[in-house]
């Protein structure tokens, strides 16, 4: 069964502006190269995918699925899944260096704090 | 031999004061530190103003992340043996001395003060007490190590572990993780009878639903911390 040509366009328009918008954060450094490649990646495959669907109803053919669109809905799930495991692994990285800067900040402050009170020592020993 | 004291305290306003001038007075043998875990009431205040030795998180890590910033303290400035003890008084400094014992005598790397060995004091709730019951089985299944008191906060650790710990360590509800890691390790791990008091002012951090979350995530990181840490050990062993 052939997409309706409307259809097609509207998917193809949806497509290229969410690609548009993640290159134009991306160019504008809002987001990080490294955690969004896989952005990058997906929006290229869900591009050539639009505009080309017949390469979907083949890969759907060659692995037995009858409907094309529960193929999308599976791709997107796993893809999803994959993205929230990563986000996850990032997230707890980030926790273990914010505990580290936060620990050592706090041993540093103690050492300036010693060392502002020494220097205020001598100092008002000086003025004397 | 130079000891630190490691004490823990957030929202400690109502205790601090006693716990560390206890030590001040009664054991200046003994060096301390008080890791003020950004409280939000007037702890890091009182300890400003009383000229305490103490550092301040600038952001709340919980008792896992405080515990470890005496630890990495206490490697930074070469101590032997690292103490920790709670904010809120229920340890009886006057315990020390045999708590470090064993580590003094090179009998253990870890020692873990026990208020279940002779029973005297106070012994928490019945509840509670199932709760460490049933960790001191996960662990003894994880490791062998026969801890009677699996969350006591009262316990030392050798040089060379606290340098581990100071690498290492659990950031939430950490007390019996750390039991498991120092044992799959290598270290060795032993009970001490001590006496503890009951939290004389401010209020316990543990409430229903932390109880759950607790007896869920424990259990469950003892078990992830057997499996992650068995290839280690049989590389030691083959030594």
């Given at each position: 069964?052939?997409?309706p040509?409307a259809?097609h366009?509207?998917?193809?328009v949806?497509?290229s502006?969410f690609?548009?918008v993640?290159l134009?954060?991306?160019?504008k450094r809002k ?7 896989i952005w990058l990646?997906a929006s290229?495959v869900?591009?050539v995918g639009?505009?080309f ?8 053919s060659?692995?037995g699925i009858?409907?094309?669109?529960n193929a999308?809905f599976?791709?997107?799930?796993i ?7 990563m986000l996850t ?10 505990y ?10 103690k050492?300036v704090?010693?060392?502002e009170?020494?220097?205020?020592e001598?100092?008002?020993k000086?003025?004397? | 031999?130079?000891?630190l004291i490691?004490i823990?305290?957030y ?11 206890n030590l001040?007075?009664n054991f200046?043998?003994y060096d301390?530190?008080v890791?003020?875990?950004c ?7 009182i300890l400003k ?5 103490y ?5 709340n890590?919980?008792i896992?992340?405080?515990?470890q910033s005496?630890?990495i303290?206490a490697?930074?400035?070469g101590?032997d043996i690292?103490i920790q003890?709670?904010?809120?008084g229920q340890?009886?400094?006057?315990y020390?001395?045999?708590?470090i014992e ?8 870890m020692?873990i ?6 029973k ?5 709730s019945?509840l ?6 049933l960790i001191?089985f996960v662990?003894?299944?994880?490791c ?7 969350t006591?906060g009262?316990r030392a650790?050798?040089?060379?572990l606290t ?5 290492e360590?659990a950031f939430?509800?950490p007390?019996?993780?750390?039991i ?6 290598g270290y060795?791990?032993k009970?001490?009878?001590?006496e503890?008091?009951?939290r004389?002012g ?6 229903a639903l932390?109880?759950?979350y ?7 990181a ?10 280690k050990?049989?590389?030691?062993e083959?030594k």
């Amino acid at each position: 069964m052939p997409l309706p040509l409307a259809l097609h366009i509207f998917l193809i328009v949806c497509v290229s502006i969410f690609f548009l918008v993640l290159l134009r954060y991306l160019v504008k450094r809002k987001l990080n190269l490294k955690y969004s490649l896989i952005w990058l990646l997906a929006s290229i495959v869900m591009l050539v995918g639009v505009i080309f669907p017949q390469i979907i109803v083949w890969l759907c053919s060659l692995v037995g699925i009858q409907t094309p669109a529960n193929a999308a809905f599976f791709v997107a799930i796993i893809f999803l899944f994959v993205l929230v495991m990563m986000l996850t692994a990032i997230v707890s990285h980030m926790n273990l260096r914010v505990y580290r800067n936060t620990q050592t900040q706090a041993i540093l402050e103690k050492r300036v704090r010693e060392l502002e009170d020494k220097l205020a020592e001598l100092d008002s020993k000086d003025g004397k | 031999m130079k000891i630190l004291i490691i004490i823990p305290a957030y929202n400690e306003q109502e205790n601090i004061e006693r716990v560390v001038d206890n030590l001040i007075n009664n054991f200046p043998q003994y060096d301390y530190l008080v890791v003020n875990d950004c409280s939000k009431d007037s702890t890091e205040a009182i300890l400003k103003a009383r000229g305490y030795n103490y550092i301040s998180l600038p952001a709340n890590l919980g008792i896992g992340g405080a515990v470890q910033s005496g630890y990495i303290y206490a490697a930074q400035n070469g101590y032997d043996i690292a103490i920790q003890i709670d904010g809120d008084g229920q340890h009886d400094p006057a315990y020390i001395e045999k708590l470090i014992e064993p580590i003094v005598k090179g009998e253990a790397d870890m020692t873990i003060g026990s208020r279940f060995i002779e029973k005297k004091g106070f012994q928490t709730s019945f509840l509670r007490r199932l709760g460490i019951n049933l960790i001191r089985f996960v662990i003894r299944l994880c490791c062998g190590v026969k801890a009677t008191d699996t969350t006591s906060g009262f316990r030392a650790s050798s040089k060379e572990l606290t340098a581990h710990f100071a690498r290492e360590y659990a950031f939430d509800y950490p007390e019996p993780e750390a039991i498991v890691y120092a044992s799959l390790n290598g270290y060795r791990v032993k009970d001490v009878a001590v006496e503890m008091k009951e939290r004389e002012g401010g209020t316990s951090s543990i409430n229903a639903l932390r109880s759950i979350y607790y007896m869920i995530k424990v259990p469950v990181a003892l078990i992830i911390l057997r499996l992650g840490t068995r290839k280690k050990r049989k590389k030691k062993e083959g030594k």
